[in-house]
């Protein structure tokens, strides 16, 4: 198994990233994490769920793309038919890693064996370093939405633990009748609990506010109606064949 390798114009001077979408560059996904100070992104697009890591006790958000492993219905041929694509999916290949030099700081990385880095004989795909071994546009982007993207996760600690000091998350299971008659459920999740959120008092709601939470909170809570659109696409999918 490769392991990510610090990003540098000497070593990776002719890299290219190959763009668009498609389940050979690492899009066959049925969800990816989504960070809280997104969704207001997220919700226009996708369904917010949660999920409860059992060994670590913690929750995190994701994006809802489809409803079984391998399924993103949002891949339509070879482009990303969504306006907005969630951080953890738009930084890819890359990613913040640790230094190795033992002065324990963060770097940029890339994972060299990830299917979106073109081959060395490929002229396809997007430069990552000028001639100079100046970094491009598209790497410029990628750093600052790795950047938003380790800041939100850094700072959606205390959002889950809002949630769960009020109480807010409930499991949810929904099952799902599609145009072809085929029926599945969607289960292992959790959202959030409307009822016990209208029933906070004004203390609660305030200090939810104050601490930035309660904006990402309702956007979760709204983009559930994107269920709907999401079992859309999969009629689509089955009409056509």
Known sequence: MTSPSPLDPATHRDLRVRTGASDDLGDGIMACLAVPSEFRRVQDCFPILFRLDVERDSFDAIALFGFEAGENLFVVNGEWDASYKPLAMDVQPFLIGRSGDGEDRDELQVDPAHPRIAGAEEAQGVRVFE?????????????????????????????????????????????????????????????????RLRLLDGAGLGGLHIDGHLEPLFMALASLSRIGALIDRRNARIAAG
């Open 131 to 195: 001639d100079d071994g100046a970094a491009t546009p598209f790497l410029e982007s990628v750093r600052e939405k790795l950047a938003a993207l380790d800041a939100g996760y850094r700072d959606s600690s205390g959002f889950f633990d809002a949630l769960r000091r009020h109480d807010l998350l409930e499991p949810f299971t929904l099952d799902i009748t599609f145009a072809d008659g085929s029926v599945q459920q969607l289960d292992g999740y959790h959202a959030i609990n409307e009822e």
